[in-house]
C-alpha cells in the first residue's frame, strides 16, 4: 500500500503545481471592459469649427490600455446616422475574427441606435497598436491608441522609461470627409488633399491661427521618456524629428527590434513605433519643435505638402510654475528630409531588425509551402456610360487593384458567408496567385490599364507558411503603398527596388532576424517580401493603409481554413453579431 501512495505522490504534486500555476496566470490576466459611444461632437481646428463622429466626444478617442494576456470587451454603441465598425490594428484576434472589425469583411456594421462587443484577448503580445473606424472614411477622426502592457514583472527589454505617452498623428479636413469621399466616387476623380496634419489632434503654430492648438510636452533634464508614435493618417506617410535630439527606435507594431538611433525616421498610416527621447542632461533654456512632413513620390499627383508640429518643453528648475510655457525662449525647429527623399526611407527600413533573442525569438518559416506574388498599384475603370470623369482621362476613372483585381465587397459580411457555408453568390475562391498578365511592372505602363473588379479570396490551409511578394506598377506613376494584413504578423524578409528577380533575389532573404510587423511599405518602384504561418482561421483583410487606395479596390482577403484539432478552428458567432 505504501508503494502505491508514494507513486501517486508526483501525480498529485504535478496536479496542485498545474493548479497554482493556472491561478498565477489568471491573476496576472484580467478582463478589462471599455464602452465605447459613437457620438457627433463639434470641434474647431483652423479657425472654423465642425461636428464630427467620435468616441465617447473625445477626438482623438480613448486610449485603450491592456497587459498582455488580457481579455478585452469593448461594447460599442452607434449613436450617429452612419454605420460603424471599429478594428483593433494588429491584435492576432486569434480564433476571434469576430471582432476584428472591417465592415463586409468579418462582420456587418453596427447600425445606427444598435451595440456591439468586441470580444478578443491579447495573446502574446506588447507594446503600441491602435484602433480605428472600418468603414468608409470614418477613421478621419474616430482612432485611438492602444496601449499592451507586459505581463506583471515582466520588464521591458530597454531602459526603463520616467514616463511614456502616445503621439497619434492625424489629418484634417475643414470639409466632411464623407462628402468629400462620396462626391470623389460619383466623379471618378481624386478626393481633396487634407488641410492639415495634427499631433493628438491639434494642428499646432504653422497653421494659421492655431497656436494655441498646440501639443506640449514637458520633460525633465536627464530623464528618458517613451514615445508611442502612431501614424492615424489617412493618406500619408510621414518623417518625424525633433530638433536636436536623437530618437532611439526600441519596437515597431508592437515588437520589440534592436535599438538603434535616429534623427529622423519615417512612418507609415497603419503603422506604430515606440522611440526613447532622452532630454539634455541639464536646463537648454530653450524650446524645441517635434515636426511630421510627408513622404510623396507620386508624380503626377498632389499632397498634403504642410508640417505639423507640437513643442518640446523643459522644465525650468528656477521657475516656481509647473504650467507656464516660455514663449521668450529660442524654439529650435529640426531639419526635415525632401518630401521625396527615397534614400532615407530605405535607410530607416533595412536597419530594422527583430531581437531575435530566447526571450523574443523571431520565428521566421524557414521553409514555404505557399509562394505568391501580387502586383499593387493603380488604375482605371471605364466611366459609366454616357458621363464624363475626372479620372485620368474625361472617359476613365480612378481604380487600384492587387494582382488587377479590385476588390468589390459584398453586401453581407464574407466572414459569415464562409462559416455558415452560404458563399455562393457572395465570393470565389480563385483569387489569382500570380499577376493574369506579365508586363515590365516599374517600366513603360502598358497601353491598357483597366483593372477588374470581382470578389475573390485566396485559400490557404491552416498553418501552411506563406512567402508573399508584393510588387509595385508603375501604372499611373510609382507608389509606396503601406499593406496592412489583417489577423497575422509577417516577417519581412527582403526588400528592393526595381523588378523582383525570382532568381537572385531570395539569395539575399534575411531568414535570421528580419523586422516583424502588421503594416510594411512595398517601395516606390519596388517589391517587397513577407513570409508569415498561416495559423488563424478565418477570413482576413489585407489592404493598402492609404485610404484613397482602399477605396479604389487595393484590397483583398485571405481564408483560411479550419485545422484538424479543436483549437485550430474558427470560433462560433457571437450571439450579437451585427446583421446587414
Keep these: 500500500m505504501a508503494m502505491a501512495i508514494s507513486s501517486r505522490l508526483p501525480a498529485a504534486c504535478s496536479l496542485?503545481?498545474?493548479?497554482?500555476?493556472?491561478?498565477?496566470?489568471?491573476?496576472?490576466?484580467?478582463?478589462?471592459?471599455?464602452?465605447?459611444?459613437?457620438?457627433?461632437?463639434?470641434?474647431?481646428?483652423?479657425?472654423a469649427s465642425k461636428s464630427i463622429v467620435t468616441v465617447n466626444g473625445e477626438y482623438p478617442g480613448p486610449t485603450l490600455v491592456a497587459r498582455e494576456g488580457d481579455?478585452?470587451?469593448?461594447?460599442?454603441?452607434?449613436?450617429?446616422?452612419?454605420?460603424?465598425?471599429?478594428?483593433?490594428?494588429?491584435?492576432?484576434?486569434?480564433?476571434?475574427?469576430?471582432?476584428?472589425?472591417?465592415?463586409?469583411?468579418?462582420?456587418?456594421?453596427?447600425?445606427?441606435?444598435?451595440?456591439?462587443?468586441?470580444?478578443?484577448?491579447?495573446?502574446?503580445?506588447?507594446?503600441?497598436?491602435?484602433?480605428?473606424?472600418?468603414?468608409?472614411?470614418l477613421r478621419a477622426t474616430v482612432y485611438g491608441a492602444i496601449v499592451i502592457l507586459p505581463k506583471l514583472g515582466v520588464p521591458y527589454p530597454f531602459v526603463a522609461p520616467h514616463k511614456e505617452l502616445p503621439l497619434l498623428f492625424g489629418e484634417w479636413w475643414r470639409a466632411d470627409t464623407e462628402a468629400l469621399i462620396s462626391q470623389a466616387l460619383r466623379t471618378g476623380g481624386a478626393p481633396n488633399i487634407s488641410d492639415a496634419f495634427t499631433i493628438n489632434g491639434l494642428p499646432g503654430p504653422l497653421y494659421n491661427s492655431s497656436a494655441k492648438d498646440t501639443f506640449k510636452l514637458k520633460v525633465e533634464p536627464g530623464k528618458t521618456y517613451l514615445l508611442r508614435l502612431i501614424n492615424a493618417a489617412l493618406n500619408d506617410e510621414l518623417f518625424f524629428s525633433v530638433a536636436n535630439h536623437t530618437l532611439t527606435i526600441v519596437e515597431v507594431d508592437a515588437v520589440y527590434v534592436k535599438p538603434f538611433p535616429v534623427k529622423t525616421l519615417i512612418i507609415s498610416p497603419g503603422q506604430t513605433t515606440n522611440v526613447l527621447l532622452t532630454a539634455k542632461p541639464f536646463y537648454p533654456k530653450a524650446n524645441f519643435y517635434m515636426s511630421a512632413a510627408p513622404y510623396s513620390v507620386?508624380?503626377?499627383?498632389?499632397?498634403?505638402?504642410?508640417?505639423?508640429?507640437?513643442?518640446?518643453?523643459?522644465?525650468?528648475?528656477?521657475?516656481?510654475?509647473?504650467?507656464?510655457?516660455?514663449?521668450?525662449?529660442?524654439?529650435?525647429?529640426?531639419?526635415?528630409?525632401?518630401?521625396?527623399?527615397?534614400?532615407?526611407?530605405?535607410?530607416?527600413?533595412?536597419?530594422?531588425?527583430?531581437?531575435?533573442?530566447?526571450?523574443?525569438?523571431?520565428?521566421?518559416?524557414?521553409?514555404?509551402?505557399?509562394?505568391?506574388?501580387?502586383?499593387?498599384?493603380?488604375?482605371?475603370?471605364?466611366?459609366?456610360v454616357n458621363a464624363t470623369c475626372q479620372g485620368p482621362t474625361n472617359t476613365t476613372q480612378f481604380a487600384a487593384a492587387i494582382n488587377n483585381i479590385s476588390?468589390?465587397?459584398?453586401?453581407?459580411?464574407?466572414?459569415?458567408?464562409?462559416?455558415?457555408?452560404?458563399?455562393?453568390?457572395?465570393?470565389?475562391?480563385?483569387?489569382?496567385?500570380?499577376?493574369?498578365?506579365?508586363?515590365?511592372?516599374?517600366?513603360?505602363?502598358p497601353n491598357n490599364t483597366n483593372v477588374a473588379t470581382g470578389t475573390k479570396l485566396l485559400v490557404l490551409p491552416f498553418n501552411a507558411s506563406v512567402e508573399l511578394v508584393m510588387q509595385d506598377t508603375s501604372i499611373l506613376g510609382i507608389e509606396s503603398h503601406p499593406l496592412h494584413?489583417?489577423?497575422?504578423?509577417?516577417?519581412?524578409?527582403?526588400?528592393?527596388?526595381?523588378?523582383?528577380?525570382?532568381?537572385?533575389?531570395?539569395?539575399?532573404?534575411?531568414?535570421?532576424?528580419?523586422?516583424?510587423?502588421?503594416?510594411?511599405?512595398?517601395?516606390?518602384?519596388?517589391?517587397?517580401?513577407?513570409?508569415?504561418?498561416?495559423?488563424?482561421?478565418?477570413?482576413?483583410?489585407?489592404?493598402?493603409?492609404?485610404?484613397?487606395?482602399?477605396?479604389?479596390?487595393?484590397?483583398?482577403?485571405?481564408?483560411?481554413?479550419?485545422?484538424?484539432?479543436?483549437?485550430?478552428?474558427?470560433?462560433?458567432?457571437?450571439?450579437?453579431?451585427?446583421?446587414?
Excluded at 535570421?512 to 513577407?530: C, H, L
Design 16 to 47: 496542485l503545481m498545474a493548479t497554482l500555476m493556472l491561478l498565477i496566470v489568471q491573476a496576472q490576466s484580467i478582463t478589462r471592459r471599455y464602452d465605447f459611444n459613437v457620438q457627433m461632437a463639434n470641434v474647431t481646428r483652423l479657425c
Design 71 to 137: 481579455r478585452v470587451l469593448v461594447r460599442v454603441t452607434n449613436h450617429v446616422a452612419h454605420n460603424m465598425t471599429l478594428h483593433w490594428h494588429g491584435i492576432r484576434q486569434l480564433r476571434s475574427g469576430w471582432a476584428d472589425g472591417p465592415a463586409y469583411v468579418t462582420q456587418c456594421p453596427i447600425q445606427t441606435g444598435q451595440s456591439y462587443v468586441y470580444n478578443f484577448t491579447v495573446a502574446g503580445q506588447r507594446g503600441t497598436l491602435w484602433w480605428h473606424a472600418h468603414i468608409s472614411w
Design 298 to 384: 507620386i508624380r503626377p499627383g498632389t499632397f498634403d505638402n504642410t508640417t505639423v508640429a507640437g513643442i518640446l518643453e523643459y522644465h525650468n528648475p528656477h521657475s516656481a510654475s509647473e504650467s507656464s510655457f516660455d514663449k521668450d525662449l529660442p524654439l529650435f525647429r529640426p531639419t526635415l528630409p525632401r518630401f521625396n527623399d527615397t534614400g532615407l526611407v530605405t535607410n530607416f527600413t533595412s536597419k530594422l531588425r527583430s531581437l531575435a533573442t530566447p526571450q523574443y525569438p523571431a520565428a521566421v518559416p524557414q521553409s514555404v509551402d505557399r509562394r505568391f506574388f501580387f502586383t499593387v498599384g493603380l488604375g482605371t475603370r471605364p466611366c459609366p
Design 407 to 445: 476588390l468589390v465587397l459584398p453586401s453581407t459580411a464574407l466572414l459569415q458567408s464562409h462559416f455558415t457555408g452560404k458563399s455562393r453568390g457572395v465570393y470565389g475562391s480563385n483569387f489569382p496567385v500570380l499577376p493574369l498578365s506579365q508586363f515590365n511592372y516599374t517600366g513603360v505602363s
Design 485 to 580: 494584413l489583417h489577423g497575422f504578423n509577417f516577417f519581412v524578409v527582403g526588400q528592393g527596388f526595381g523588378n523582383y528577380d525570382p532568381v537572385n533575389d531570395p539569395m539575399r532573404f534575411n531568414l535570421v532576424d528580419p523586422v516583424e510587423r502588421n503594416t510594411v511599405g512595398v517601395p516606390a518602384g519596388g517589391w517587397v517580401a513577407i513570409r508569415f504561418l498561416a495559423d488563424n482561421p478565418g477570413v482576413w483583410f489585407m489592404h493598402c493603409h492609404l485610404e484613397v487606395h482602399t477605396t479604389w479596390g487595393l484590397r483583398m482577403a485571405w481564408l483560411v481554413l479550419d485545422g484538424s484539432l479543436s483549437n485550430q478552428k474558427l470560433l462560433p458567432p457571437p450571439s450579437d453579431l451585427p446583421k446587414c
